[in-house]
C-alpha cells in the first residue's frame, strides 16, 4: 500500500531496500510482526518513527488491490499465531486417523482463507469455485496424510528410530503437497483469465531542497469514501472511527492512478507458482525442525520423567521456528513484482508503445 505525505514530497514504499532479499526480509518481519492486530494508528506529524510505525500496520492490514482491511485471522500479522495450534495439532506424536483427518481439514480451512484473502484481486473467485478448490484440497491433504501413515509402519527394513522420523515427517509432506494445490486450487481463476499489469510508477524529480511538507491534517473526523480498486491521484484520507478522537491519525492517499494495461495469464502464473513455492518455503523448517528436535529430546531422561512437557516444549519450538521462517519465506520473491514485457504476452510491448523489450511492467503478486 503506498501512500504520501500531503504536498510534494512522497512517502516511500518501505524503509528498506525491497529489490535484494534482506530488505524484503526486514519488509516482510514488519507486516508479518503479530503486534500489528492490536496497535491504533497514532497521530504523527512527520517523517519520524512514528509514521514508519503507523505505515508498517497499513501495510500489513489493508489489501494492496482493494485498500480494504483483511480480515483479522487471515493477514500475516496474525498467520503466526493462526498456524500455531494448527501446526502443533498435526505434529502432535501417535494421533490417530480421526485426529489426523481433523486436523488437515483445519489446517487446509486455514489455508484456503489466507490464499483467498491474500491474493490478486483483479480476478475473483466465485463461490461455487471456492468451494470446489477447498474440497479438493482437503481431499489431497488428507489422503497423503493417511496414506503415509499407512506406509510407513511397513517398512520393516527400517530401523525404528528412522521409522518414528519418517512418522513424525508425514505431516510436512501432507502440508507441503497439499499447500501447493491449494494455492493453485483457489488462484485458478487468476491463471485461467490473467492478473491486471500496470506501468512501472516512476517517481517524479523533486528538488533536494525542497521545503517541508505541511503535517498530517488533524481534527474535524469525516467518514472517508471507500477505497477504489485503482485509487485515484487526489489524495484521500482513511481514519479508524473506532479509535479515540485524539489519537486519530489521517493516512493520506496520493498514489497516482495506474492504469491496467490489461491481463496477463503469463504475470499470473508467475504470481501464483512463486506464491507456492514461498508457501511451501514457510512450511519445510516448521513441519521439519520441531518434530525432529522434538524425537530427540524425547530420548533424553529429564524429558521421560516429564512427560507433560512435551506440549509446551513442542509449542515453543513451533512458535519460535515460525516466527523466524515466516519473513524469510515471504521475501523470497518481491511482492509486487517487475518482470521485462518481453516475458509477458506480446501485445503487453505494443501496449507499452516505447518498442523496448527491457521496459518492465509489475503487477501484484499476492502473499
Known amino acids: 500500500m503506498s501512500a504520501s505525505l500531503p504536498g510534494s514530497r512522497e512517502l516511500p514504499a518501505s524503509q528498506y531496500d525491497l529489490s535484494t532479499y534482506w530488505g524484503r526480509v526486514k519488509q516482510s518481519a514488519g507486516i508479518a510482526d503479530p503486534r500489528n492486530g492490536v496497535n491504533p494508528f497514532w497521530e504523527v506529524k512527520t517523517m519520524t518513527p512514528e509514521i514508519w510505525q503507523a505505515k508498517k500496520i497499513v501495510d500489513s492490514t489493508l489489501h494492496p488491490d482493494t485498500g480494504q482491511p483483511v480480515f483479522l485471522p487471515f493477514r500475516m500479522s496474525c498467520f503466526v499465531i493462526s498456524n500455531l495450534i494448527v501446526t502443533a495439532g498435526m505434529l502432535t506424536p501417535n494421533m490417530g486417523t480421526t485426529g489426523t483427518l481433523l486436523w488437515q481439514i483445519t489446517n487446509q480451512s486455514l489455508n484456503v482463507g489466507i490464499n483467498s484473502a491474500n491474493a490478486n484481486k483483479s480476478t475473483l473467485l466465485s463461490t461455487s469455485q471456492m468451494t470446489k478448490s477447498y474440497l479438493l484440497a482437503v481431499s489431497a491433504s488428507c489422503s497423503v496424510a493417511l496414506g503415509l ?90 481514519q479508524d472511527p473506532n479509535l479515540n478522537p485524539s489519537k486519530q491519525v489521517v493516512v493520506v492517499e496520493a498514489q497516482a492512478q495506474q492504469q491496467s494495461l490489461g491481463k496477463s495469464r503469463t504475470a499470473a502464473l508467475h504470481a501464483v507458482t512463486q506464491t507456492a513455492i514461498s508457501r511451501v518455503l514457510n512450511a519445510t523448517p516448521i513441519m521439519v525442525l520441531p518434530p525432529l528436535i522434538l524425537v530427540r529430546l524425547q530420548q533424553q531422561a529429564w524429558l521421560k520423567t516429564r ?61
Open 307 to 367: 512427560p507433560r512437557l512435551v506440549l509446551p516444549l513442542n509449542l515453543g519450538l513451533i512458535l519460535t521456528t515460525s516466527v523466524v521462517a515466516l519473513p524469510l519465506a515471504l521475501a523470497a520473491f518481491p511482492q509486487r513484482q517487475r518482470v521485462p514485457v518481453r516475458k509477458l504476452e506480446m501485445e503487453f510491448a505494443h501496449r507499452l508503445g516505447s518498442g523496448d523489450e527491457e521496459e518492465e511492467v509489475e503487477f501484484n503478486r499476492g502473499i
Open 149 to 238: 501413515n499407512a506406509l510407513v509402519p511397513r517398512l520393516k527394513r527400517l530401523s525404528p528410530t528412522t521409522r518414528t522420523i519418517l512418522t513424525r515427517l508425514v505431516p510436512f509432506a501432507a502440508v507441503a503437497s497439499a499447500g501447493v494445490l491449494n494455492v493453485f486450487l483457489m488462484r485458478a481463476e487468476e491463471i485461467r483469465q490473467g492478473i491486471d499489469v500496470y506501468r512501472v510508477q516512476k517517481k517524479p524529480d523533486h528538488p533536494p531542497d525542497s521545503s517541508p511538507p505541511p503535517p498530517f491534517a488533524t481534527g474535524e473526523q469525516k467518514t472517508p469514501p471507500p477505497f477504489p480498486l485503482n485509487p485515484s491521484s487526489n489524495p484521500s484520507t482513511t
